[in-house]
Every structure is written in structure tokens, then in C-alpha cells.
């Protein structure tokens, strides 16, 4: 099991007290756009380490401001990853309303350049295969429901208490999902108020290994 973190949850976050509560993976946002640096990433990223845990950091997409930009602001934030950590995650998008207003002006076409040409940046300078989080209503309205990024692994959004998710893109190319980010309102020992809880598709031996199939030949 793992969460995911942001500015949002405060920087009061005891990363000792999340690990013992059997949570094994978190992610943490690291920037958005092509200057903003979320405030609470530096300490997060450190203090998860510290507590043993497998950690990863993400990416907020803004599709109007310039695509290699925003990696850079993203890779010079996170700095050069470590043999265990999870690879680069995009996170995309159409909340708030203001993001939705910025992904309705421009076109699908334009809209998987930016997406790609990004993913592409990021993995040339980490050399790791980057994850992609989003949401079957944001793939299907504004990606088009487009199969081009299935090769990608897929961390899904879904609130729901089905046994499994929604997944777009014909079950994300018949690959399906590897996390789950099963609800919002989740409770973890060392976070304050609700946290995004998260499910690994597999066992922690299958965790491991996925990190370390992760980078790219």
C-alpha cells in the first residue's frame, strides 16, 4: 500500500510513523508548470528516504506553458534519482477548473506533443520509463481515449469501492494498471487529515522489481 503527498497535506508529516503503518511506497509532488516548486517536496523527498520508504515524485502538467520547460523544472527540483526510487510520474489532469479552461485551448494533436515531448525530455535525462497518472474521465474527454502512451506505465484515479478501476484506453492497451489511487479521503498514521491512499499492482517483490525494470536500456 502507498499514498501520495502535496503541499496540501502540510509539512508536518512524520514519515516514520506513515512507514510503520504497513505503507510501503509514497509519492510526493515535486513542481508544476515551469517555475512553481511545491514547498513541502524538499523535506518530503528527504524524510521519506529516511524512513525506508520507496519513493517517487510527480509532476503537475499545465498544457499551455512550454513542454521541455516544464521537465526542467521538474529535473532540476528532484535532482538526479536513486537506484530505489520509483521513476518520474506526469500527472495529468483537468482540476482545477482553471487547468480544464487551459486544456480545452488547444487540440488533441497538440495536446499528445506537449504530453510527449515531455515524457520524452524526462526520460532522456533520468533514463527511467516515466509513469503516467490520470483519470479514465480526463483520457477519454481529453486525450481522446488515444492508445500512443500505453507503453507508459499507469498509475489510474479512481474513487470507487469496486475491486477494480475504471482504465481508458482499451485497459491502457491491454496492460491495465500498475497503481491505483483508490481514494482521496484515506487516514495514515503521521498525516494530518485525509491523504490519498494508493495500491501497488503486485507483491513488494514485484514492487521491487518494477523498479529496477524501470530504466531504460
Same mark, same amino acid.
Given at each position: 500500500?502507498?499514498?501520495? =503527498?502535496?503541499?496540501?497535506? #502540510?509539512? *508536518?508529516? %512524520? !514519515?516514520?510513523? @506513515?512507514?510503520?503503518?504497513?505503507?510501503?511506497?509514497?509519492?510526493?509532488?515535486?513542481?508544476?508548470?515551469?517555475?512553481?516548486?511545491?514547498?513541502?517536496?524538499?523535506?518530503? !523527498?528527504?524524510?521519506?528516504?529516511?524512513?525506508?520508504?520507496?519513493?517517487?515524485?510527480?509532476?503537475?502538467?499545465?498544457?499551455?506553458?512550454?513542454? %521541455?520547460? +516544464?521537465?526542467?523544472?521538474?529535473?532540476?527540483?528532484?535532482?538526479? *534519482?536513486? *537506484?530505489?526510487?520509483?521513476?518520474?510520474?506526469?500527472?495529468?489532469?483537468?482540476?482545477?477548473?482553471?487547468?480544464?479552461?487551459?486544456?480545452?485551448? /488547444?487540440?488533441?494533436?497538440?495536446?499528445?506533443?506537449? =504530453?510527449?515531448?515531455?515524457?520524452? =525530455?524526462?526520460? +532522456?535525462?533520468?533514463?527511467?520509463?516515466?509513469?503516467?497518472?490520470?483519470?479514465? #474521465? &480526463?483520457?477519454?474527454?481529453?486525450?481522446?481515449?488515444?492508445?500512443?502512451?500505453?507503453?507508459?506505465?499507469?498509475? /489510474?484515479?479512481?474513487?470507487?469501492?469496486?475491486? +477494480?478501476?475504471?482504465?481508458?484506453?482499451?485497459?491502457?492497451?491491454?496492460?491495465? !494498471?500498475?497503481? !491505483?489511487?483508490?481514494?482521496?479521503?484515506?487516514? =495514515?498514521?503521521? @498525516?494530518?487529515?485525509?491523504?490519498?491512499?494508493?495500491?501497488?499492482?503486485?507483491?513488494?517483490?514485484? *514492487?521491487?522489481? &518494477?523498479?529496477?525494470?524501470? &530504466?531504460?536500456?
Amino acid at each position: 500500500m502507498g499514498i501520495d =503527498v502535496s503541499n496540501h497535506n #502540510g509539512n *508536518l508529516i %512524520n !514519515w516514520q510513523s @506513515v512507514k510503520n503503518s504497513d505503507v510501503s511506497f509514497a509519492f510526493a509532488k515535486a513542481t508544476e508548470g515551469i517555475t512553481y516548486i511545491d514547498p513541502c517536496f524538499s523535506d518530503n !523527498w528527504k524524510q521519506m528516504k529516511a524512513a525506508g520508504l520507496i519513493r517517487g515524485a510527480y509532476h503537475f502538467f499545465r498544457p499551455l506553458r512550454d513542454a %521541455n520547460e +516544464q521537465a526542467q523544472n521538474f529535473l532540476k527540483v528532484v535532482g538526479k *534519482l536513486e *537506484l530505489g526510487d520509483l521513476p518520474p510520474v506526469l500527472d495529468l489532469e483537468h482540476y482545477p477548473e482553471e487547468v480544464e479552461k487551459q486544456w480545452q485551448q /488547444i487540440d488533441l494533436d497538440e495536446r499528445i506533443q506537449r =504530453v510527449q515531448q515531455w515524457l520524452d =525530455v524526462v526520460e +532522456q535525462e533520468t533514463g527511467r520509463k516515466t509513469l503516467i497518472y490520470t483519470s479514465s #474521465g &480526463f483520457w477519454k474527454t481529453y486525450m481522446g481515449d488515444t492508445q500512443v502512451f500505453t507503453k507508459y506505465p499507469l498509475w /489510474i484515479a479512481h474513487y470507487t469501492t469496486k475491486p +477494480q478501476p475504471l482504465v481508458p484506453a482499451n485497459n491502457w492497451g491491454e496492460n491495465g !494498471w500498475l497503481f !491505483w489511487q483508490y481514494t482521496e479521503t484515506g487516514s =495514515v498514521a503521521g @498525516v494530518r487529515g485525509d491523504v490519498d491512499r494508493n495500491r501497488f499492482a503486485g507483491s513488494f517483490e514485484q *514492487l521491487l522489481a &518494477f523498479v529496477k525494470d524501470s &530504466f531504460v536500456a
